[in-house]
């Protein structure tokens, strides 16, 4: 199937409220394109020079994500890009978003990464780690950022019970963090779990967002 029929479908068979980021690394501009022209402008990259150099060729209405791991270094390459930082997972790193976004006047919308998986090759809070960076007196001082939600990446396992389990704890950490820090904040709704080959299961369990890649691009290329 064809990239358009495949994100087509994709887009038949899941609620309409639930946003789709078609994750689009290593994949050509021509191929972004094709997904664009089905009206499609969310896509997500997890390295910052490739999104970077899209960016910069790509239509100006397309929304980038950042999905990937992201080091201090290379913020200020990504902030005047990136629509959505998935991955924040220190409070250094939320520091030094704050003040590149600062610099362009910028409101940087972020999700918090809470570890979930039971591989330690993943990044993340944990929920106690979590509790502490919202109350601490640095995170009250972040004016140039905004958290919008939470993400997290299930183990990679077939084993479809402990993926459940680690979605449904993740969306009980979302759940008590909006009651507890984010109370009357709208903007505080979206829960990033689900990729390819569990983004039915992470619907289920309350996902708003799903980071979408082989189904509508096909298999990763490996350079």
């Known amino acids: 199937m064809s990239i358009t029929e495949n994100i ?5 068979e899941i ?3 639930i946003k789709i980021i ?3 690394k290593t994949k050509s501009p021509a191929q972004i394109l094709e997904a664009y022209n089905t009206g499609h402008l969310m896509f997500g990259e997890n390295r910052v020079q490739e999104l970077t150099e899209k960016a910069g060729i790509l239509p100006e209405d397309i929304q980038w994500h950042m999905v990937g791991h992201l080091q201090t270094n290379k913020v200020k390459q990504i902030i005047p890009f990136v629509r959505l930082i998935h991955s924040v997972d220190s409070l250094k ?10 610099k362009i006047n910028k409101i940087q919308d972020c999700l918090l990464e809470v570890y979930i998986a039971r591989e330690e090759t993943k990044f993340g809070f944990n929920e106690t780690e979590l509790e502490t960076i919202l109350r601490s007196k640095e995170f009250a001082e972040f004016h140039n950022v905004r958290i919008v939600g939470l993400m997290g990446m299930a183990t990679f396992i077939e084993n479809e019970t402990v993926i ?3 979605f449904r704890n993740l969306a009980r950490i979302f759940k008590k963090t909006r009651e507890e820090f984010f109370t009357n904040q709208d ?3 979206e829960l990033s779990i689900g990729m390819s080959g569990d983004y039915k ?7 708003t967002m799903v980071r979408i890649g082989t189904l509508i691009f096909g298999e990763r290329n490996k350079s």
């Open 201 to 207: 299961i992470a619907i289920e369990e309350g996902s």
């Open 93 to 102: 790193l939320l520091g030094v978003i704050n003040a590149e976004s600062l």
């Open 22 to 24: 078609a994750i689009s």
């Open 15 to 17: 609620p309409g409220n």
């Open 164 to 166: 459940r389990e680690e």
């Open 187 to 189: 903007h505080f709704r």
């Open 8 to 12: 087509n479908r994709i887009r038949s």
